[in-house]
């Protein structure tokens, strides 16, 4: 049985905004959102990291400028008050459900945090090492999922725009998968563009690989174990942590490309969370024990050793140099760090319609899985005949690890 608790709280967008609505506060044997969002009542903000700041007529270019008449396209503004004034007038108009309205902030300094829960964008923006991707980035506490929203409002926008959130009321994941976001969690998508529809299957692949390395580059989770399950989860030990999905649309000889990630950060259920990880990994390495004094049987907030804002500057930073390389060199430089951070080397595992057992062996050339059939009594190769598995086409259920045809 779900049993979510629900706190009434006003939450505030980074330009100021008051968005009423009612945030989960979620329990230990809770695993749904039940958050209402309605578009009307909503005003993001996009902030940017660059230099001279970027202004509306900018941002106008960039990423609300329609390819076709009828594409959708987000509304800007320059002040809050204009997107209130403007959303005040429109209320009674049937195609306010479809506005989405984004104020274009001055300067992402000036970020109003009402909860602690809240992205810091100042922070993300002070760690970030890159000249494209995550420089500008559009920020709201709640939406309904950032990948449709990006694909719905941002198509052909320029590539490297992130939109980021606290919480999601319908999170996508692959096929028609859902995904439970609680606050805690690293809550993403943002833009590629890609020319090579070859190059296409290898994009959740460097997205997965940049963000283990990410969160591996922090000291304090580099022995924590995280690895990559093909073709785009990512688990923490036998549980799953987190999601990539990559969909894009083609126009003008060009794929128009939205990744999203989800990441559990530090929201220890429905699963558990890179900050439990570390913390479960931190007491059994301590050699000594101390006996629980009276102060520490009492409820405490656990600790928090890695930040989302930690992460995702990390993980843009490490990504974006992986970019450059891919687009020159195609993904075989990055073979063996792929290899090194997922779960399947010589995994045996079966075909479920045909019932034979295979190991894994690796990827093929075009991003397919790889694997040699197997005795399923010895284990041993009995064929010098490979199995290529399409990542679009095959479902990976680790439990009972068995490679099926997805649905």
């Not at 429109?90 to 195609?95: G, H, P």
């Not at 970019?323 to 290899?339: A, E, H, M, W």
């Amino acid at each position: 049985m779900m049993n979510s608790l629900l706190k009434n709280k006003t939450a505030t967008d980074i330009g100021g905004n008051l968005i009423k609505h009612t945030f989960s506060s979620m329990s230990s044997n809770s695993g749904a959102i039940t958050i209402p969002w309605d578009i009307r009542n909503t005003v993001l903000t996009l902030y940017s990291n660059s230099s001279p700041r970027l202004d509306i007529n900018e941002a106008q270019q960039r990423f609300a400028t329609p390819p076709f008449p009828t594409t959708k396209v987000v509304r800007l503004y320059s002040s809050l008050a204009d997107a209130e004034k403007d959303r005040e007038s429109s209320s009674d108009k049937d195609t306010d459900t479809e506005t989405l309205r984004v104020v274009v902030a001055n300067d992402y300094r000036h970020q109003r945090q009402q909860h602690t829960y809240q992205f810091d964008v100042a922070q993300y923006f002070g760690a970030i090492q890159t000249h494209l991707f995550g420089q500008n980035v559009i920020y709201a506490p709640l939406v309904s999922s950032t990948q449709t929203l990006c694909l719905e409002y941002f198509a052909y926008t320029q590539q490297g725009l992130v939109m980021l959130v606290d919480q999601q009321t319908s999170a996508k994941g692959r096929g028609n998968n859902k995904w439970v976001c609680p606050l805690g969690s690293l809550l993403f998508s943002y833009k590629i563009r890609q020319s090579d529809g070859n190059k296409l299957p290898f994009l959740q692949y460097l997205v997965g690989i940049a963000m283990v390395e990410a969160i591996k580059s922090h000291p304090v989770a580099k022995d924590i174990n995280v690895r990559l399950k093909w073709p785009n989860d990512i688990y923490g030990g036998n549980l799953k942590i987190g999601g990539i999905l990559c969909q894009s649309n083609y126009l003008n000889n060009e794929f128009d490309v939205v990744a999203g990630v989800g990441l559990n950060i530090s929201n220890d259920e429905p699963t558990t969370s890179l900050n439990k990880m570390i913390r479960d990994h931190l007491a059994s390495s301590t050699s000594t024990t101390t006996e629980n004094s009276s102060d520490s049987k009492q409820e405490q907030q656990p600790q928090i050793y890695i930040t989302r804002e930690q992460v995702l500057s990390k993980f843009f930073t490490i990504f974006e140099e992986m970019y450059i390389q891919f687009n020159k060199q195609g993904f075989d430089p990055f073979v063996q760090r792929y290899l090194n951070v997922w779960m399947h080397s010589n995994q045996i595992v079966t075909i479920k319609e045909n019932d034979k057992k295979v190991k894994i062996i690796g990827l093929e050339k075009n991003g397919f899985l790889k694997a040699v059939e197997v005795d399923p009594i010895s284990l041993n190769e009995i064929s010098p005949m490979t199995f290529e598995l399409h990542p679009d086409g095959t479902s990976f259920d680790i439990n009972e690890l068995v490679l099926k045809k997805k649905q």
